[in-house]
């Protein structure tokens, strides 16, 4: 599977950006393709598909394909995706968006600080935007990110693999409530996939 830009996406795949704003640059992320994320990508539309029991009967080469940004849908495509995973995502407790009950810092247990998330209507909008702006970065689209870097964005607030996989599987849901098909799927859940090592801090 080819991913088409050189980037490290969604920065707020849990929690909104701190204050960070500022203008981002290629050189801020990293490839956001790997062997791993693919794999897991791979497997989970798979699953699914044997559940429904349906299957790809052969799959063709295909020549000069759109960017997977086009693919989704463009901009209308890529907020539509971005505000139903948000609304999604943060309705599950086991995602734990709003990081309740997490602390972060601090030495010997003493100075921590509580990394609960209010979701406010302005933080959802800024959130929900800065999304977007990572997933159309990541997929072909504008170059143009404003939210904080991913491990920035994700120090202290001590995200397991459980929260991650069900944030995913939120996104999943999501691209099955939209028919987003297979390939693109695919595609942008092994986008998301790829950021799990900067993002999980509790195994």
Not at 61 to 70: G, I, Q, Y
Not at 191 to 198: N, V, Y
Request: a neutral charge; glycine letters at 10%.
């Amino acid at each position: 599977m080819k991913i088409v830009s050189r980037v490290m996406v969604l920065g707020l795949l849990l929690v909104a950006c701190r204050g960070a704003s500022k203008e981002t640059t290629e050189e801020d992320f990293h490839t956001s393709g790997s062997r791993e994320a693919d794999q897991r990508a791979e497997q989970r539309v798979s699953k699914e598909q044997q559940l429904r029991g349906e299957g790809e009967g052969g799959s063709k080469e295909k020549e000069a394909r759109p960017t997977l940004f086009v693919r989704l849908g463009s901009e209308d495509g890529v907020k539509r995706i971005v505000d139903d995973f948000v609304e999604r995502a943060m309705a599950d407790p086991r995602v734990n968006w709003d990081r309740k009950g997490v602390k972060r810092g601090g030495v010997l247990g003493i100075g921590r600080s509580s990394a609960e998330w209010t979701a406010t209507p302005e933080k959802v909008e800024l959130l929900k935007e800065h999304l977007a702006q990572f997933v159309a970065v990541a997929t072909g689209g504008p170059a143009r990110y404003e939210g904080a870097r991913v491990s920035q964005a994700h120090a202290g607030m001590k995200i397991t693999n459980a929260e991650f996989d069900a944030s995913i599987g939120a996104l999943k849901a999501t691209l099955d409530a939209l028919a987003i098909a297979t390939e693109e799927q695919k595609e942008l859940l092994a986008i998301f996939e790829s950021t799990r090592a900067q993002i999980v801090e509790k195994r």
